[in-house]
Structures are given as C-alpha cells and as structure tokens.
C-alpha cells in the first residue's frame, strides 16, 4: 500500500498513508462528487480536499487531481474578479474559496521542499500552464487592462490570490532546481509563452525580475537546443516572415521574455550573449555550441533590441585570434550556408542603429589588404580579409537598393519610407565620413566615398550638403578635391538644389564663426578650383553651376575681404575674382564689395605678394565691367584710398603728412601757428599775390625738418605706381570694353578726376570750370598753397593728372586744381632768386608736368603746350614769364568740355583751337625768350611756331 502512496522516486509527506478501503472511498467521491457516507453533493472546498488527498496517496491519480484543482483555481479568478466589479457583493464564497487555494499551496510546496527532483518539474509546468490559460481567458473581460499595460496588468493579477498562489509555487520549484538542473522549469516557462503570449507576459516580467540572471542564461540555453532540436543546423538562418517561430517554436518566446528583461537588464543580457558567442568558439564544444552563432544571429534578425544591445561590445571583441576562430569555425559549411550567412550579416548591419560607425570602422579596416608594416599581435587570416572584403561590397550594394527603393517621401498618398537604422546612425558622423575618405587610402576611401553618396540621398537635404560643405573645406589637394565634384555628378541627378543648399550652408558657417580661419581659406581656395574646372572628373559641369550660385552671394563673400585674417581676405578676394559677377547687382551690395575689394588691393599691394596683385587687380577690373556706375565707384575708391593715410606711403607720399596728427601734449607736438591763429580767429586774408604767411617752423625748435620720403626704394615705388595706374586702365575699359581701347574712356577719366578734386581739394569739389580773373584768383592764395602741398606730398597726383588728361575733356573738370597748382608755381619762380631753375627741383619738376598734362588733356594749344621743354634750361624769372603767359591764355580760353567735340571715325574728342582766335600774341614772351637765349634753345626755336 505504501508504494501507491507517492510518486516514483517521490518520498511521502510526513502523514500516515490511508487504508485501502478509505483510498477507495476517496477515489469514488472525487469522481462522483458525492459523499459515500451521507449521499449528499461534496462542495468545492471538500472536492478539492479530496483531490488533495489523492495526490498525496494515489500517484496515478495525480494528473486527474491537478486537472481538477485547475478549476477551483479558476472558480477563484472568476470570483476575484466579479467582487472587484462589484464591491458590495458578499464574498463568503470567495473566502473558502481562498482557504481552499491556502491549503493546495501548502501541501504542493510540502511535496516540492520534500522531493524538488520529482515535484518540482510537475508543479512547476501545472502552475505555469495554468497561468497562461487564466491569463487568456480573461484578457478580454471587463475591467482587466490591456496587454501591452503590463504594470497595470501585473497589479492586477498579483492582488488575486489563485494567481499570485499560483505565481508562489512556481516561483518555489525554479529556486528548488537553480542549484541542479532548472532546465524543466525553464522549458514549462518558453512552452507557455509561446501558446499565450502577449498576455502571458506580465508573468515573464515578474519571474524575470525575481530571477535575472537564472532565466536569462536558461533561457537562452533553452533556446539554443530547441533551435537544433527542430533542425536548424548551422547556417541554415530564417528571416523574418519566413516561418522562424513555426520551425523553431520556442525562438519567438525567447525574444519576448529576453526583450522583456533588456529594459533593467540589459547588461546581464549583453553578458551572457558575449559568454555564448566566445564558448562555441572554443575547441572543446559540443553540438549545441556548434549552432550558437547562427541560433545568435536569428535571434538579432527577429529581436532589433537585442543586436543594439551586443553590438557594440561584440565588434570590440572581434579581435584577429577570434576572427581567425570563426574563419576556422565556418571553414567546413557549404557554400550556399555561407552565403546565407553573410546575407544575414548584411541585413542585420543594415538594421543595427547602435555603434554603427564604429561597425563601418570595423569592416573596412579589416577588409583593408595587409600592409607591409604588420601591426604586433597574431596575423590576420586572408580568408578573413576576403569575408570582410566581401561583407563591405554587399553592404554597400543592400545599402543602395534599400536607398534608391524607398519610393518618393514628397506623395502625399505614399506611405512613409522605410528607415534604415544603419544609415540613421551614420548622420552625425558625416564630417568624421568625410575625413576619412579624403585619406585616399587605397580600397578604403571608394568604399566610404560610396557610402556617403548613399547617405546624402537617404536623408536629403541636410546629409547632402554637409557631405559636400565637408569634402570642399578639408581637401587640401585636387585628387582629394575631386571626390567633391565626383560625389556633386553622383547627388546632382536625384536631388535639385544641391548646389544652393552648400553655398548657403557655407556662408552661414563662416559667418557664424564655426570654422578656424585656416580652413575658411582653404574653403575659399577650393570654391575657386572648381569653379575654374581644375578638379578632374565632374568639375567643368559642377563649376559653370556652382560660379552662377556663389554669384548670388556676392555681398557675402564682399566683407570676408576685410577679414582680420590675411588669408582668409587673400582666398576670398581669389574666389570673387573667377567668378561670373550679376548683371545687376543691388547698388547697396555693389557699393561694399567695392569698397572692401580697393581696401583688399591696397593690402595686397604693401605686401608686395604678385598672384594675391593679379588676383585682386582681376577683380577690380571685373567689378568695374558690371556697369557704368560700377566702374565710376570702383576708380573713385582706387583714387581716394591711394590718397588716404597710410597708403598714399605705398607710392611714396611723406609718412608724416599721411599720418593723423598728435595731439598736443606736454612736449609740444602738433604745434601749428596756423591751427593757432585759425583758433583765435585771426586768419587773415592776404590777397596780395605771394604776400602770405608761410609757417616756417615752431619759436624755440627751429625750422621745419624738411620731409622724408619712407624707407622704400625708389625701385618699389615706382612699381606700385605703375601697377596702379595699369588698375586704373583696366577699370576703366571694363564698362565699355567696346570704347576706347587705346586708353582711358572719357567718362572714366571724369570719374578719376572728379576723385581727384574730392581728396585734393573737397572745398572746391563742384566749383566753377571757368578762369577766374586776376582779383579773384588773389582771393584763393590760401587754398593753392594747399593743393600745391598735396601736390608735392603725393607724388601719385601727377601721374594720376596724366592719365585723367589722356581722357579728353575730362581734364577740364581738374581745373580748380590746375589753377591752384599754376598760381602757387608762378608765385615760386616769381619770389626765387636762384640764378637756375636747378635750385627748386622738384618746382621745375612739377611745371614741367603740369604743363605737359595741360598739353595732353588739350587745354593748350601745341606751341604753348611745348614750352615746358624749355624750362630747365630758364632762368627762375622767365619760367615764370612763360607760365604768367599760359595763365593768360587760359583766363581769355577757359578750359570747358563744351570746347571739345568727338570724331567717331577716331572714337576721340578734339579740340579745334582755330576756333579760339589767334593765339599768336600770347607767343610775343615766348619769342623773347627764345630769342635772349638763341645761343642755347636755338635748335628748339621750330617747334614753336603757329
């Protein structure tokens, strides 16, 4: 009788067995319902006491009492849950029904603590079967949360007493066989999940939580042999939608129970995935191991939380002795299993957003052919270089047909493209993409020049021009260069606006200060290249476009001229100059490009560099070519800046007159008697011819120290005079390059003289062309000695008054200065009393020219104009006879354009000085000259007659 009592193996409970008449008694009330002694109904409290009984006595009767007690558990769950819908209704029933399910949980842990190894498996599947199907059936009832609501749904069931009894029980048979084999409880726990998740899972997440690291290793071990139990040998991977959870039942519960735990324990997860993957790459495995890697692999293909947890700490421990490993482990499998495994490598790379530059850093460095200098450690394995290798391309050619065939996201009817995680992750490594490829090393910069292609057109716009605003700011060479046009010909046939996108990126990072000035420079350097067409491959189409955009900003790229950075300016000023500047540019905009490119030429000029001169003479000229007002702004900033402080020293101005004056301080500098006397009001107006007040010095300091000319050699400045009046030419041909090619065109030379007036003389800008007469012109004595001043502080004046008289009549338009500079001449050689005009050089330079330019500008008849050829070899008094004669002239012939009129046939304004009456009576001073001094000017004498 005592061997019927317990289960085999089992020991009996610490009671005496029944007897054989009551054992049978008790089997015919179980399955009756009726008590033998009085005939009346058992009630559910004394069934289910009986089924007690016969678990405990009766092991064949086992399964039908367990079966039994499936129903008071679920009387139970029912009355649980009416009583929470109903909290007035009386709950006496529910009460026995409570002590009844007290009194299963005691005796069922009494069988477990009493033999674990035989009760625990059977209990534990009971009461974890028994959850699930409770969990079902009442998932869809009144009151009872949602699924996917697992706190609540917890909360829930855990205040139910079958439920959490049922839990209790459970929760004691895993602890029983965690120390042995727990595998069984584990197994009742994946069967379960899989028939009745999702509503099973709020029992995964509590025992998950009670027992993390037992049920995350179980689980997977669980996994892993149901994997090869159902022939899923090595390799041979399934992808989603393809069937997985049918052949391979329980892989789908792993997933969810793992995925469950991955929220508070995803370390543990991670753990024990890196502690498989490295134990079947050991030598001693056995067959479950073998299948480790691909059962791995198809739970990241069916579980995206899991990849992104492994990961990262995976592709860390892909060292070469573990890469040699799995060349060696997958050496043997056919074929077409290593093809499908690569594939799936590839899709899971494709679906993985967590470390994926570290993975693409990964690849191509591993697929990367072995140099020469080998790194310490063991060496690669070629067949692992080739895998790589073969991993990259398929990776790349996946990439492009998830990219190209994600439809149009612009239709409003299409549905939402599908993401690509791999992609997603690579958005802000766009730079660290870009200063890769521009390595150029070998394999490696193809392969990521193609990936960032895809990349820009996956998520286009902004990838997209970041990509091509990196590659034109860092590459430093034209092969580098040309990966920018190469990846412009690439984007450029799917995506418009490219090229306007960049430039706008571009100039919105330089103003924002968020690239060093070297790289600015280099920006700008590079601009210029390829709109020039000096990049190779795809630069003559990506330059004729690229010059039309950056055009659009002119102003923009106009103020990094002034940059404080000379390279930066350099650069700029290097761009502007090859590009195709607007027709019509806002007047505002033009004005400041003009004026910051003459401040830039000026620079570039003192530091004397030729390329950065060509450069910006180039853009000048080309500025001055937009329009007519173009060209009048650009001469009259090129004039006035090379009169302004500090440059005119370029063309050898005294340094002293240019610079601002000091203030007066404790030592006296700046001292001026005629400041002084201007302060006290007692400026007086001397109109009586040379008697004026000359400031020769300061009272205790002397006689003014005569004025220096600058260090430069004499050899620079005339360079620098030369090249600016070459600027000058230029500027003023490019509004009407048609017009006046041999010289200067008279509307650019009365802009040029207009300047001149303006920085010479302000107060008499606008005055009167005409000659005034002689008790006028002693009223201005003041202003002359003025002009005469600038005159000889700024040797540019006379180059500057050439060049204006090659453009008749705009000479006429000088004539303020003109009168100014003769009358203070005349007063010089009238008050000298050195016996040669030798004495006062730069006085007889200054005639020589003033009288030449009058004669070029045709302001003087040929006979008077000649003259000047005859003052070096005059006496003081006579030069200034001769030059009294000229004033005469003009007073009488006063130089006005209305005098001049133009000849098409020649394309030039002429003067007909036959219409000016006879000029011979302002010759009788000459003739007496030449006649006192026959013996000298004698061979001169022809060249002055009428």
Not at 330 to 338: G, M
Not at 788 to 804: A, I, K
Request: glycine letters at 8%.
């Amino acid at each position: 009788m005592s061997a019927l009592c317990d289960p085999p193996g089992a020991a009996s409970p610490p009671r005496p067995p029944p007897s054989a008449q009551e054992l049978a008694q008790e089997v015919k009330a179980f399955l009756s319902g009726v008590d033998p002694a009085h005939g009346t109904k058992l009630s559910p409290q004394e069934h289910a006491r009986c089924a007690l009984l016969l678990l405990r006595s009766l092991p064949p009767a086992r399964h039908a009492a367990l079966q039994h007690l499936r129903g008071l558990f679920d009387e139970q769950v029912c009355a649980h849950l009416l009583a929470r819908d109903n909290p007035g209704a009386p709950g006496a029933g529910n009460a026995a029904l409570e002590e009844v399910v007290q009194e299963v949980q005691r005796v069922l842990a009494e069988f477990v603590r009493a033999n674990p190894k035989a009760w625990a498996p059977v209990v534990s599947a009971w009461s974890i079967e028994l959850m699930g199907q409770l969990s079902s059936k009442y998932a869809g009832r009144h009151g009872v949360p949602h699924a996917a609501s697992l706190n609540e749904l917890l909360q829930l069931w855990m205040s139910c007493k079958a439920t959490r009894t049922l839990m209790d029980i459970y929760t004691q048979c895993l602890s029983a066989m965690i120390g042995g084999c727990p595998d069984a409880c584990v197994d009742a726990l994946l069967d379960t999940s899989v028939q009745h998740s999702p509503h099973f899972d709020w029992v995964v997440a509590h025992i998950g939580s009670s027992f993390p690291n037992t049920i995350i290793s179980r689980v997977l071990s669980c996994g892993l042999k149901d994997f090869c139990a159902h022939g899923a040998a090595p390799g041979d991977l399934l992808f989603p939608g393809a069937g997985a959870d049918k052949r391979v039942p329980k892989i789908a519960s792993v997933v969810g129970i793992l995925g469950h735990l991955a929220s508070r324990h995803s370390g543990s997860i991670k753990q024990e995935l890196l502690r498989m993957f490295h134990e079947s790459l050991g030598p001693a495995r056995d067959q479950h191991q073998k299948a480790t890697v691909p059962f791995l692999l198809q739970l990241a293909v069916m579980s995206p939380a899991l990849l992104g947890t492994v990961s990262a700490e995976l592709v860390d421990s892909l060292k070469p002795p573990v890469l040699n490993q799995l060349h060696q482990h997958f050496a043997a499998l056919p074929r077409d299993e290593l093809d499908n495994m690569v594939s799936i490598v590839v899709h899971l790379i494709c679906q993985t957003s967590a470390g994926a530059h570290r993975i693409l850093h990964f690849l191509v460095n591993t697929a990367m052919p072995a140099s020469v200098i080998t790194a310490p450690g063991p060496p690669l394995h070629d067949g692992v270089r080739e895998a790589c290798d073969r991993v990259v391309q398929l990776l790349l050619l996946n990439l492009q047909k998830l990219v190209y065939n994600r439809g149009s996201p612009n239709a409003a009817e299409a549905p939402l493209p599908r993401p690509v995680p791999f992609l997603d992750a690579l958005r802000p490594h766009v730079r660290e993409l870009c200063v890769e490829t521009l390595r150029l090393e070998r394999k490696r910069f193809l392969w990521q020049h193609q990936l960032l292609a895809l990349l820009a057109v996956y998520s286009a716009p902004h990838c997209a021009t970041d990509a091509l605003f990196h590659l034109l700011t860092l590459a430093r060479a034209p092969d580098e260069l040309a990966l920018a046009t190469q990846l412009y010909a690439v984007l450029s046939s799917c995506l418009t606006d490219l090229l306007p996108a960049t430039v706008k990126t571009c100039v919105c990072q330089i103003h924002a200060g968020r690239l060093p000035d070297a790289q600015v420079a280099q920006l700008f350097r590079n601009l210029a290249s390829v709109v020039q067409g000096d990049t190779g491959d795809g630069g003559p189409a990506m330059g004729t476009q690229l010059g039309a955009v950056l055009a659009r900003h002119l102003h923009d790229l106009g103020q990094l001229l002034l940059h404080r950075d000379g390279d930066v300016a350099e650069a700029a000023c290097l761009l502007l100059s090859v590009l195709p500047l607007p027709r019509a540019p806002a007047p505002a905009q033009l004005l400041g490009t003009v004026r910051a490119a003459s401040h830039q030429f000026f620079l570039v000029l003192r530091r004397q560099n030729a390329a950065n001169l060509g450069c910006s003479s180039r853009l000048l000229a080309r500025l001055s070519a937009v329009s007519p007002a173009a060209a009048k702004a650009v001469l009259q900033q090129l004039v006035e800046g090379a009169l302004r402080r500090g440059n005119a020293e370029l063309f050898g101005a005294c340094p002293e007159k240019t610079n601002p004056p000091e203030e007066n301080g404790a030592g006296g500098a700046g001292v001026s008697l005629l400041d002084t006397n201007r302060r006290f009001t007692a400026a007086v107006n001397f109109s009586g011819g040379v008697w004026s007040v000359f400031h020769a010095g300061v009272i205790g300091r002397g006689l003014k120290a005569p004025p220096g000319r600058g260090e430069r050699p004499p050899e620079e400045l005339a360079n620098n005079i030369q090249t600016f009046l070459s600027l000058l030419l230029r500027c003023s041909r490019g509004a009407r390059p048609g017009e006046s090619s041999g010289g200067i065109h008279p509307e650019a030379a009365k802009a040029v003289a207009a300047a001149l007036v303006e920085n010479v003389c302000p107060e008499a800008a606008g005055a009167e062309l005409t000659w005034p007469p002689e008790e006028q012109a002693r009223g201005t004595v003041e202003r002359d000695l003025r002009i005469c001043r600038r005159f000889r502080d700024h040797p540019l004046l006379f180059p500057l008054l050439r060049l204006v008289a090659a453009g008749r009549p705009a000479l006429c338009y000088c004539s303020v200065l003109l009168r100014g500079l003769l009358a203070s001449l005349m007063a010089h050689w009238e008050a000298c009393r050195d016996n040669g005009t030798a004495g006062s050089p730069w006085h007889l330079q200054a005639s020589c020219a003033l009288v030449a330019a009058m004669a070029e500008g045709s302001l003087l008849p040929p006979v008077l104009g000649n003259m000047h050829e005859l003052f070096p070899h005059l006496a003081p008094f006579e030069v200034h006879l001769l030059l009294l004669s000229l004033w005469e002239y003009l007073r009488e012939n006063s130089p006005l354009p209305q005098k001049f009129t133009f000849q098409p046939e020649r394309g030039l304004f002429r003067r007909d000085f036959s219409r000016d009456g006879d000029v011979g009576k302002h010759l009788a001073v000459l003739h007496s000259v030449l006649h006192k001094n026959i013996h000298r000017l004698g061979l001169l004498a022809g060249r002055f007659c009428p």
